[in-house]
């Protein structure tokens, strides 16, 4: 099961990479958003562009750093990657993302949400960081994996709209929850993640 679940992290995790590139480097800017969000992503295309971009980094890295092989083959490859997920993708990325959170379709709920994933996303990364320069190896993997389940949100958003849309769900109320759903979860389950591996070591 476990070769089932790596394939999938990659092929979730490349593929909105891949989505991403074609949506914002190919199409016109918000081509492929609700028509309610169109007019946001044109005010702010900046900040959309940027966030898309660095974004883009870090989900297409990030799976990489949990490459055992890839760590113990190429331990200087895989200290770039992660230098240049957390420069570029988490640090870029965040900052853009809060920036943008401000202007968030759906309310209130919507924008304070994604204000609290750029937030966290840049803290558990900026964590990571702070772990392994200071050479505490299993607190930057604590924190890694903290980082890169609240960079899944960007997958999560690529579920939950079309599930939401398909249910005919009011298009504000769901995008409102779903910018909480997208990334609570998924910060939920590392937790659980990390305690059942720390459990499983102590047996």
């Known amino acids: 099961m ?28 918000g081509s492929l958003v609700h028509p309610d969000m169109r007019v946001n992503f044109l005010t702010h295309s900046l900040g959309i562009y940027t966030h898309a971009f660095a974004s883009t980094v870090a989900m297409a890295l990030g799976p990489f750093q949990f490459s055992t092989k890839l760590r113990q083959r190429n331990p200087k490859l895989h200290r770039w990657l ?27 709920a919507a924008k304070v949400g994604f204000a609290t994933l750029a937030v966290l996303w840049l ?61 609570v979860p998924n910060l939920l389950f590392a937790e659980w993640w990390q305690r059942r591996r720390e459990l499983a070591r102590a047996k």
């Open 2 to 29: 476990r070769w089932f679940s790596n394939f999938l992290l990659y092929f979730l995790a490349l593929g909105v990479a891949g989505y991403t590139v074609v949506a914002y480097g190919l199409l016109p800017l």
């Open 82 to 108: 992660g230098r240049v997920y957390l420069a570029v993708g988490v640090l870029i990325g965040g900052l853009s993302g809060l920036y943008m959170a401000q202007f968030a379709y759906g309310g209130l």
């Open 123 to 183: 803290y558990t990364g900026l964590r990571a960081y702070v772990a392994i320069r200071s050479g505490d190896v299993t607190g930057h993997r604590k924190w890694v994996l903290r980082n890169f389940a609240l960079t899944f949100a960007a997958v999560m958003l690529c579920v939950y709209l079309p599930l939401s849309m398909a249910a005919r769900l009011d298009f504000a109320t769901s995008y409102a929850a779903i910018a909480w759903l997208c990334w």
